[in-house]
């Protein structure tokens, strides 16, 4: 009951429609007030009520003529509330406590702080008609490419020599780098350096490098004209291969088939299953041979040459004596020395050459028509090539006069990056086994690993998803 005669308190205070003593009279209580004083002088003594009558009813001036009216003090006919004070300080009173704070002070809407998070399970279905912000389909995302590299290792005693290959890297993730007569081999996973072998006599060297596709087996050419062949696990020798008059400065592998060029400008391939190893030569080039390369599906070797040259050559025929007619391609384009080359992993007809300081230009050569796609003047050395498949990109390392690294966008050939660092040229390069990292050496005796071609984690799962399944059928059809 008490809640009750509260609330009829309350009410009673804020109402409005309650007699008020301060207000202005009201219209009607002035027009019933003026007529009752009118009748009161008509009946009194010593004034006639037609008198009174007339005078009340005639005005003594012209309504029409009064510039300036002023309203009396009883007010318009407007009613306007007036609250007096202690009337709000009692409203104020019961507010704070009622709700524990006072009403002036209170806040309609407040936009502030974070939104609440919906009930775990809700589902909106309302669909967005129209959203001002974009879309993550519409946001290209950039990709960060390092300018300074990942790691640098130590090479001294390298050999400043443009036409050899001193540096290879396996499937095994283990970097193969030639010394001037010695051969290190370092653990990318490990961090741990090996020394695998050592020239007997000083005044050799080794000049070309190369792993088979399992990273089992390191193919090493030397400047005694041999190709010697390791067991790299259990730092064995397997055999030494004599068959050139002049250094080995290229080799290339090819299932059981290890492919040597040499300074003579012949190219021998070497079936290494067989005692009589030497199997074929070819004899496309005049000068020496310092590229080897290849293609990823074992059909094309390509080969360039101190002559300027880059030829193409089918596979090899076993049983076959040597014939230059087998050539396929040969290309003359090209006014310096054929070094760098390089097949495209997911375009196996096309393959990509670097020329010397006296051309400096890639080539991109489509080998089953025999034409130049497109070509590039870098305005400088070019001395090696590897298309990296993360991005589809083509890197080249370069000498006179840049000494540096550049990464083009493949097939418009726009520069995407470039990396510097190296105090001379740069001799080599060769891409790690996950396709994201780029070891380079070059003549300032180190070694630089760039890190410049990680994958986005999200597509990298969706690879390995993928990978995973593929394999899974595979097994599946064995079985």
């Not at 809640?3 to 429609?17: A, M, P, R, T």
């Not at 279905?125 to 130590?154: H, M």
């Not at 993360?390 to 890197?395: A, F, G, I, P, S």
């Amino acid at each position: 009951m008490a809640q009750f005669g509260f609330e009829n308190d309350i009410h009673s205070i804020l109402k409005l429609d309650m007699p008020i003593t301060n207000a202005p009279m009201a219209r009607w209580q002035r027009k019933a007030s003026s007529s009752n004083t009118s009748a009161l002088n008509g009946l009194s003594p010593g004034k006639a009520a037609n008198v009174s009558l007339s005078s009340s009813k005639t005005p003594s001036k012209t309504p029409g003529k009064n510039k300036k009216q002023t309203p009396s003090k009883m007010g318009g006919d407007r009613f306007i509330p007036i609250r007096n004070g202690k009337q709000m300080d009692v409203a104020i009173t019961w507010s704070m406590s009622l709700n524990g704070y006072n009403i002036e002070d209170a806040k309609i809407l407040h936009l502030g702080g974070k939104p609440l998070n919906a009930p775990e399970g809700y589902q909106n279905n309302l669909k967005v008609l129209y959203s001002q912000a974009t879309t993550p389909a519409s946001v290209k995302k950039t990709r960060y490419i390092s300018s300074t590299p990942d790691r640098i290792l130590d090479a001294p005693d390298l050999r400043n020599d443009f036409y050899l290959n001193l540096l290879d890297w396996s499937s095994r993730n283990v970097l193969a780098v030639a010394l001037h007569n010695s051969v290190y081999l370092w653990d990318a996973t490990q961090g741990d350096i090996t020394l695998l072998m050592k020239l007997e006599r000083e005044e050799d060297y080794i000049c070309s490098l190369s792993w088979t596709k399992e990273g089992s087996y390191l193919a090493i050419g030397t400047s005694d004209c041999k190709v010697q062949l390791w067991d790299v696990e259990n730092q064995k020798r397997l055999r030494s291969m004599a068959s050139h008059t002049a250094r080995v400065g290229s080799l290339s592998w090819n299932d059981h088939i290890l492919s040597s060029g040499s300074r003579s400008g012949h190219i021998h391939h070497h079936d290494v299953r067989m005692a009589d190893h030497h199997i074929f030569t070819l004899t496309g080039h005049s000068q020496e041979v310092c590229g080897l390369k290849w293609s990823p599906d074992g059909r094309y070797l390509a080969s360039g040459g101190n002559d300027n040259l880059v030829c193409v050559w089918p596979r090899v025929q076993e049983g076959s004596a040597s014939n230059d007619s087998q050539l396929i391609r040969c290309w003359s384009e090209h006014q310096g020395a054929v070094k760098a080359l390089a097949w495209c992993p997911w375009q196996s007809n096309i393959l990509a050459s670097g020329g010397g300081t006296s051309d400096r230009h890639i080539r991109i050569w489509n080998v089953n028509s025999g034409s130049c796609i497109s070509s590039l003047d870098t305005q400088s050395q070019i001395s090696s090539l590897v298309f990296a498949p993360n991005y589809k990109e083509l890197v080249s390392a370069h000498g006179y006069a840049h000494n540096n690294v550049a990464i083009w966008k493949y097939p418009s050939l726009t520069k995407v990056a470039e990396l510097n660092g190296h105090e001379d040229r740069v001799l080599n390069l060769t891409l790690s086994p996950d396709c994201s990292t780029v070891a380079t050496i070059a003549g300032d005796e180190t070694i630089r690993l760039w890190k410049s071609f990680e994958v986005d984690p999200v597509k990298k799962k969706a690879k390995e998803r993928m990978v995973k399944s593929t394999s899974s059928v595979i097994h599946q059809s064995i079985r």
